[in-house]
Structures are given as structure tokens and as C-alpha cells.
């Protein structure tokens, strides 16, 4: 592909935009300043609004900050209730009832401080940032795409994952559909009433999905295997297992960086989660051999994915360099106790608008030519043919 048709209007990678998502989702667990979450939000607003198509799950992004905000919102009540910090500024002293034996060790009520308040609303906060960051994905990359670079060896499990991924924005866009058709019929699509009329055509058209879905994959004999000796598959599963858990503790151990060594070299962390990347994707190949299908038009990849990816990269980086170096005093964590204003350090921002780039290095979606009548054809169709 020339420099020129890299950049011409069309889908970009689906793995580049979960790569650049999962970036961003690492910087956010690695802080809990507001400033710097919230910037981590803003980041994936602004590209998800420069580069979304029109598809109707692509609009799903508003739904996951809705959530993010009632994520936030219920850290805070479980803190007002169940809340254990009684250092610092009481705002409200709640009544303490004595519970049964068998809840001891939990305390209903108490002080309500600032101290615990603000240690919440931070890490909520966080929650509600790794929920955007997810939602980015969403609206940005079909998830049904993602079966066509999925390896052999994870097919099967590659369709469930993207049947649920898929959940979330055909709800959003199925709730969207049935509350217009409703206000142009003059009925009420809010309220209780709204909530009984809306919810059953939505179930309806999840049924028929899915059947559609049954349909597709019975077509296209989904789950015929070749002939695979038994030793083979042994050893393809243990090499799975064991580069899967190298890679899960490999990354806990660069994500935590206390992870204990031998001789000062340390034994979680980046050389176990090498091995187990190897691992992994030796089983993975081994695996894949089973498993025989083709794929129509595959998506390339070009320099607009390897810049998605690296800004995906960079950002995560700059994050897990600014806790390596700087510690508690990088400015990722604000104190609570006592309370204190958030400060922006340099390298974390630095990183964080990096994960702006997609916003002009990604090329523009490409437009589908779709029917005025039938505005979800298209978009049904891709998704059966996935």
C-alpha cells in the first residue's frame, strides 16, 4: 500500500484502535489525579468525535460515560454508607447501628469525612476513565471485525468475546431506534411507561439477531476442526496455559514494580512476560493448524495503524516511566489525608496528549452508501457476515 492510499478514507485496524485503547486504560490505572483522568477522558472524547463512523453502535461512546458517571456516583454512596476513613473533616456524623454477629467486622454509618470522600470520588474516577477508554474502542472499531485477525486457536472464544462486546452498542442503538419510532408514532418513550414499551422490541430485535447470528455461522460450518493427534493437542493447550499466565503475571509485575528478584534480577515483570508472550504465541500457531478458514478482503495494515498503535504505546509509557521515576511524588496519586489540589506534572501530560495524535494521523471512516429507508441494512449485513 502506497503513502498516499494509507491515508485515503477507510476502516482503520480494529486491533490498532483496541491497542491505542488499551494504552490509554493503562495510563489511567497507573493515576489517581483527577486532572489526569479527566485529561485521559477528554483524549478519547476527542478522537472517538474526529474519527467514529455513522454505524449506529459507534454512538455507544455517550452510554459508557453515563455509566462512568454512575460508577462514580455509587464509589461515593458505598463510602457514605460503608465508609471506614475517619481521619480528617466531618462533614455529616451518620447514626451506627449494631449489626448481627454474623456481619461482624462491617460498620454501617459513621463519620462522613473529606478525607474518604475525596479518596472515592479519585478512585471512581479512575473506574470511570478505564470505562471510557473501553467505550473508545466500541465506538471506534467494530468488534465483529476482530474475528478476522483473531489466531485459529482462538476462534471459538474470539466469537463469544465479540457476541458480547457487540451487546453494548446494539442495546444503545436498538433503545435509540425503538424511542424514535415511538415519539414520530406520538407515543411516550420515557418514564415507566416509555421504559415497558421500549424494552420488548428491543428483546425482539436481540432474538432475531441472534438467530441471523446461528444462521450465518452454521453457513459458513463454524466449528469444523481437522485432525489433530492427541499430543498435539496437549502440548498446544499447556503451551497456551503456561504463556497466558506468564504474560498475566508478567504484566502485574511490570504494572506493579515491587516485584521481588533473585540475585537483582527480578522475577516478575518484563523477562516472564516476554516468555510468556513467546509462549503464547508458539501455542497459538500450534493451535491455529486446526483450525481452516479464510478470510475475504483482510483489513491492511499500514502506517496510519503503526502511528494509532505507537501513540497507544507512548502514552501507556510515559505513565509507567513517571511512577518508575518520580514515585509517589510524580503527581499519578493526590493526596487525601490531608486533602491537597491535584498538580499536573510534565511527562504524564505529555503522554496523555500524545493519545491525541489518532485524531488526525487515523484516516476518516469511510462513508458506506446505505439505504434511506433501511438505515440498520448495512450495518446487519456486515454483522452476518462476520
Do not use: I, K
Not at 490498532?16 to 483524549?43: C, F
Not at 477508554?133 to 478476522?148: Q, V
Not at 418513550?189 to 428483546?203: E, I
Amino acid at each position: 500500500m502506497s503513502l498516499a492510499a494509507a491515508f485515503l478514507p477507510r476502516d482503520l485496524h480494529p486491533l490498532a484502535w483496541w491497542a491505542w485503547a488499551a494504552g490509554l486504560a493503562v495510563a489511567a490505572s497507573r493515576s489517581t489525579n483527577p486532572l489526569l483522568l479527566l485529561g485521559l477522558v477528554a483524549v478519547a472524547g476527542n478522537v472517538v468525535a474526529a474519527r467514529r463512523s455513522t454505524a449506529p453502535w459507534a454512538r455507544s461512546y455517550a452510554a459508557f460515560l453515563r455509566l462512568g458517571v454512575l460508577v462514580v456516583g455509587v464509589r461515593l454512596a458505598f463510602e457514605v454508607v460503608f465508609g471506614t476513613t475517619d481521619s480528617g473533616t466531618v462533614l455529616v456524623l451518620l447514626p451506627r447501628p449494631p449489626l448481627p454477629h454474623a456481619l461482624a467486622g462491617l460498620e454501617v454509618g459513621g463519620p462522613v469525612t473529606v478525607d474518604g470522600l475525596l479518596g472515592a470520588g479519585n478512585d471512581g474516577l479512575r473506574l470511570a476513565a478505564l470505562l471510557a477508554c473501553l467505550g473508545a474502542a466500541n465506538a471506534l472499531a467494530n468488534p465483529s471485525r476482530l474475528l478476522r485477525v483473531v489466531p485459529g486457536a482462538l476462534y471459538e472464544v474470539g466469537v463469544a468475546v465479540v457476541v458480547a462486546l457487540t451487546l453494548a452498542p446494539q442495546m444503545v442503538a436498538d433503545v435509540a431506534r425503538v424511542r424514535q419510532a415511538r415519539r414520530l408514532r406520538g407515543r411516550p418513550d420515557r418514564g415507566l411507561r416509555g421504559l415497558a414499551g421500549v424494552a420488548l422490541p428491543v428483546l425482539e430485535g436481540a432474538l432475531d439477531r441472534s438467530l441471523e447470528l446461528a444462521a450465518a455461522m452454521d453457513s459458513r460450518g463454524y466449528g469444523r476442526t481437522a485432525g489433530v493427534s492427541p499430543a498435539a493437542r496437549r502440548g498446544t493447550a499447556g503451551l497456551v496455559l503456561g504463556g497466558v499466565l506468564g504474560v498475566a503475571l508478567g504484566a502485574y509485575g511490570v504494572l506493579d514494580g515491587g516485584s521481588p528478584d533473585v540475585a537483582g534480577v527480578p522475577v516478575l515483570g518484563l523477562p516472564l512476560l516476554v516468555l510468556g508472550a513467546l509462549a503464547a504465541t508458539a501455542g497459538f500457531r500450534l493451535g491455529g493448524r486446526r483450525v481452516a478458514r479464510t478470510s475475504h478482503r483482510p483489513d491492511p495494515w499500514g502506517l496510519p495503524e503503526w502511528l494509532v498503535l505507537g501513540s497507544g504505546l507512548v502514552t501507556a509509557a510515559g505513565f509507567v516511566l513517571a511512577a518508575a521515576l518520580g514515585g509517589d511524588e510524580a503527581g499519578l496519586a493526590t493526596p487525601t489525608s490531608p486533602p491537597s489540589w491535584p498538580t499536573l506534572p510534565l511527562l504524564p501530560l505529555a503522554a496523555a496528549l500524545v493519545g491525541l495524535l489518532p485524531a488526525w494521523a487515523a484516516p476518516r471512516p469511510y462513508r458506506r452508501p446505505v439505504a434511506a429507508d433501511h438505515p440498520q441494512r448495512e450495518h446487519d449485513r456486515e454483522q452476518v457476515a462476520a
